[in-house]
């Protein structure tokens, strides 16, 4: 786009409406902002200060270019064109989509929450499920090790009743029996450390499907407040919206 290309209402009308925009957004920071609490997540904060400070330091770096075109000081560029038209069109989005969009949300709460349940917790939900499987697979591997562990510990048992018998049969001190002896109480030391440290696993793996159960509940219950919240912030817009068109017919 060349400089001749413009039209020559495009500054003045720009030079107009960017003010009005100006202040439109102004009055509609300052009514969103007595809204926040302490609730309000930073991130919002932070998303909507940056939508509304883009267009508002556009406007204060195009308007006194407005003027110095209007005034025939400087020339047209592409660039001031493109942008200074990028300014109004997000103010414009700001002003009348995002109230718009947020109606839509309040209004619509119970679609919002169920699109955003099968988009945003899909990964979740799949997170959950191999976690759960991953559980099953290790509580099944302990069970086994533990049983295993046990029935090495009824063999070693017997074989130190055998061995215990023969030296009384035999009322001597062998001392290869003896060594044998001293063999299975290592067998049976470690057969018993190996017991308890399975027990802990199966402690541990306990614990940890209670906390990842917590968490869904938690999940679901947070689910459920913001779906309330969107309902009755809904349910206030329209109400509001009610009353002021009663009150415009009443007027007329």
Wanted: zero cysteines.
């Amino acid at each position: 786009m060349h400089a001749h290309a413009v039209s020559d209402q495009y500054w003045p009308t720009a030079a107009v409406v960017m003010p009005v925009l100006a202040l439109a957004i102004v009055v509609e920071a300052r009514a969103t902002i007595q809204h926040w609490t302490k609730s309000t997540p930073r991130r919002v904060r932070t998303g909507q200060g940056i939508l509304w400070t883009i267009p508002l330091l556009l406007f204060a770096y195009f308007e006194p270019i407005a003027f110095s075109i209007l005034a025939g000081q400087a020339e047209t560029t592409p660039a001031q064109v493109f942008m200074s038209s990028f300014a109004i069109t997000v103010s414009l989005s700001i002003l009348v989509l995002s109230p718009a969009f947020g109606l839509f949300l309040r209004s619509n709460s119970w679609l919002v929450i169920t699109l955003a349940r099968m988009t945003l917790g899909r990964g979740f939900r799949q997170q959950l499920r191999k976690n759960r499987r991953n559980q099953k697979i290790i509580r099944t591997a302990i069970v086994r090790m533990r049983r295993e562990t046990l029935d090495t510990l009824r063999r070693l048992d017997i074989r130190e009743q055998t061995i215990r018998a023969t030296l009384a049969i035999h009322n001597a001190n062998d001392e290869e029996l003896l060594a044998a002896l001293d063999h299975v109480a290592k067998l049976r030391k470690r057969a018993n450390e190996r017991l308890k440290m399975l027990d802990a696993y199966q402690q541990e793996i306990a614990t940890f499907a209670k906390e990842i159960e917590k968490a869904v509940a938690k999940d679901e219950r947070l689910w459920n407040e913001i779906e309330e919240q969107l309902v009755t912030m809904g349910k206030l817009h329209i109400k509001s919206a009610l009353i002021a068109t009663d009150d415009d017919s009443s007027e007329s």
